[in-house]
Structure formats: C-alpha cells, structure tokens
C-alpha cells in the first residue's frame, strides 16, 4: 500500500499567516488523485482539494494545492480563524486507498 | 442532495461481530457512478478506509482488515452495511460512512457513529 507521511505533525500559528503543509508518499501517486481535507472536532472530514491541485465546490481560494509524483503541499495563503483544524492527505489512485497521519493547525 | 446516515450498536463485546449500517437518502446508492465506502477514525488518529462497495455487490476490502469484513449491499432499502468480526479493543473507533465517484475523492460523509469495544 501507499503510506502518506505529513510533516509537521503540528503547526502552531497566528491568523493572518501563510503556511505550507507537506504530504509525502512512499511511491508515486497515480495522475496525482490525491486529495486533501479538513477536519475540526466532532466534525466528519471535508475535501478541500482534489486531484492535487483543484479546489472543491465553496471552498475559499486561500487554500490551493500543488505537487505530483511523491510530493504534494497545501498551503493556506491566509489564516483565517475557521481555519484552525486538522488537515489529512488522501491517495484514491491505488487500492488500498490511504490517509496520511494528518497536520494540526493550532493558534499560537 | 445526498445524505448517508450510520447506524448500529455502540458497544461491541471483545470476539464478536460488530455490524452497522449506511442508510443514503437524497439519491439512489443504484447509481453506476459511485462506489459506497466505509472508513474508521480510531479517538486521536487519522482515519483508515476499511474498504468499499458498488450496487451490484462488487466489494474491495483493505488487506489489513480482509479476513474479518464483509460488505453488503440492499438497494430495496438503498442501504449498505459493514460487519467486522472478531473484533477487539484496536476496533474501537468512529465509524464513517462515504461516497466516492470512480476516480474522485470521497466527497460525502455521515455523520459517523462511534463504537467502542468493550466487556
């Protein structure tokens, strides 16, 4: 299977700042399905980006997405307060489909 | 617009089977274009898919938990569902329901049912 490693493990950081989150793969992700979501507590995961690199429906465009092969980042122009969660990538390109071990995104 | 809902026991005993179901309303799980997935999110980890069913009852089982699943589905009802056998307390876990299209991502959860193994 294809194991998803993310880096960090937490960020900790103030609204208004950029960051890039990191998601390595252990081999190439086909056509890059790889995606990225979002999840805050007691709430179920919500996609982000998929394909690598493209927005999903209503999601704002301070987030945006890029890499291919092994490496991928999202990186988020701009914190904003809703922000503050826990990120996980996930390869659909090859069964088993698999998460990363997810980013938190903290207030400093 | 689409909406799946879990549903099943909380509290599984060690070495038994645990079982739920998915219903989906809003849309028929008989669509050609979608594969209905079961995915699980142990308290503090990331989440693992379990595996996936299509309406015609084709299933695809991650190998770690190959031995001890089984997915069913009931269009009648437009319903799926899970079971996980001989379970311990490593299945303890919040238990999602999702859709996927083909070759997309997973784009639709439930609002996921947490069951906790324990005698």
């Known amino acids: 299977e294809i194991v998803l490693t993310q880096s960090p493990g937490t960020l900790s950081l103030s609204p208004g700042e950029r960051t890039t989150l990191s998601c390595r793969a252990s081999?190439?992700?086909?056509?890059?399905?790889l995606a990225w979501y979002q999840q805050k507590p007691g709430q179920a995961p919500r996609v982000l980006i998929s394909?690598?690199?493209s927005r999903a429906t209503g999601i704002p465009d301070r987030f945006s997405g890029s890499g291919s092969g092994t490496d991928f980042t999202l990186t988020i122009s701009r914190l904003e307060p809703e922000d503050f969660a826990v990120y996980y990538c996930?390869?659909?390109?090859?069964?088993?489909?698999?998460f990363g071990g997810g980013t938190k995104v903290e207030i400093k | 617009q689409l909406r799946l809902q879990e549903s099943g026991p909380g509290l599984v005993k060690p070495s038994e089977t645990l079982s739920l179901s998915c219903s989906v309303s809003g849309g028929s799980i008989s669509s050609r274009s979608y594969y209905w997935d079961w995915i699980r999110q142990p308290p503090g980890k990331g989440p693992e898919w379990i595996g996936n069913i299509y309406y015609s009852g084709n299933t695809y089982y991650n190998p770690s938990l190959k031995s001890r699943v089984t997915m069913s589905v009931d269009t009648s009802k437009n319903q799926f569902s899970l079971r996980l056998s001989s379970v311990t307390a490593a299945d303890t876990a919040l238990y999602y329901c999702?859709?996927?299209?083909?070759?997309?991502?997973?784009?639709?959860w439930g609002q996921g049912t947490m069951v906790t193994v324990s005698s």
């Open positions: 394909g690598a690199s």
């Open positions: 081999q190439s992700v086909t056509s890059s399905y």
């Open positions: 999702a859709r996927h299209k083909g070759e997309e991502a997973v784009d639709i």
């Open positions: 996930f390869q659909y390109g090859t069964l088993p489909l698999t």
